[in-house]
């Protein structure tokens, strides 16, 4: 639902305020007056007609009948201009400024409109302006004299143009102010728009991961059970059911993972009304479910090895990311031998060891890899052993179960993630090895 649906009372009074403003800093521009400049633009030709007159009055004994009828003239064109000068302000400005150097009567047009002009105009035009007020303080007075002498006509000339310059570059600083404040506000939102965007991208791209790994090593596990179905069709019936049964389950849960996904997946929009952690996510798999992981697949018929040892490392302690990386390489080491390997014995090594330790088992027979974290580091290895006479691990892959490829690059950026390094590929036995070392917390 779009905000102005959701909020129709802020929409509403946000508009008043629109109508407030003057035509120029509405958000919506599209040239027309707003409420707010037709009263401005009424009050501004009044107080031209009414100031006009009243210079008129105090000067009407220095004029003769066509001088006046002159000033009148002039006077009524330059209020009438003054309608003009939202299109045109420096025109305007220019033209009432230069009459009121030698007359009177447009003297209050050309103040309102140098008034409308400094907010407008570039800073030249400003200074052109100002000069012309200047030039009409000093002449007026010696044309028309008054009861007061020169030099105070002069200062009270000087002082009301200073009055109404200053007073409008305190407008156009603070309109200034105002679109400097309205671009900033809508850069922070374009801003908090992308991050949102990007959180939810990554977002997806982390489940996206996630699904891949666990599905992955599901449907692995799937395929293994059902081609067994297909080339033992005369096994006893017992296997028969246990191997169907493996499969109903595998399937069940791979479906259940998937469903919890997807919906993360889809391009929908946030439903802000929801509760905060309305919907937790499942617990991450850690250390503790390796050895589960294990058992599923020794269930499957494979000849699995594994040896787990922490040296009295308490799991609780460990980062999770640090459990959860080594729990998702030994699954893509598995996952990998079902697919490619499924005759292959595995050998699993999960082991604390001191800075600068060396490998260990079945990891050491690739040699040493990765870097020695300050308070040691965590070896994670999957050794896949091919059988006497079997091809080597790059041939027999490509005669096992399709696939991509990406486990492996998501496998490496999630150790690099955890500041660990990764190994992969067949060593020089020929067997398959995945390693990582993953840096210990100090």
Known sequence: MSELAEHPREIEGARWQQWLLPGALREREDGRRSPRDWFVDVLGFLIAIGLGLYLLGLTEDEHSELALLGEVVLGTLACLSLWLRRRWPFGVALATGLASILFVAPGGAAVIATFCAVIRVPWRQVALLVAIGVTTALVIPAIYPTEDDYPTELLIGLLFTGFVVGWALFVRVQRELFLS?????????????????QAREAERRR???????VLAHRLALLSLHAGALEFRPDAPPAEIAQAAGVVRASARAALEELREVIGVLREQEPDDDAPAGSAPEPPQPTLVQIPALVE??????????CRIELDGLDDVA???????TAYRIVQEGLTNAHKHAPAAAVEVVVEARAAGGGAIGAAGDAGEAGRAGANGDLLVAVLSRRPIGAPPAAAA?????PGAGTGLVGLGERVALAGGALEHGPDANGDFLLRATLPLPR
Do not use: C, F, Y
């Not at 489940?207 to 790994?213: G, N, T, V």
């Open 181 to 197: 404040m309205r671009e900033r506000t809508a850069r922070l939102e374009t801003a908090q728009q992308l991050r949102v965007e």
């Open 397 to 401: 892959a490509a005669n096992g179960l």
């Open 296 to 305: 599923r697949s020794r269930a499957t018929g494979m000849r699995i090895g």
């Open 207 to 213: 489940i996206a991961r996630e699904m891949h790994d």
């Open 318 to 324: 460990l980062p999770d990311v640090l459990g959860r």
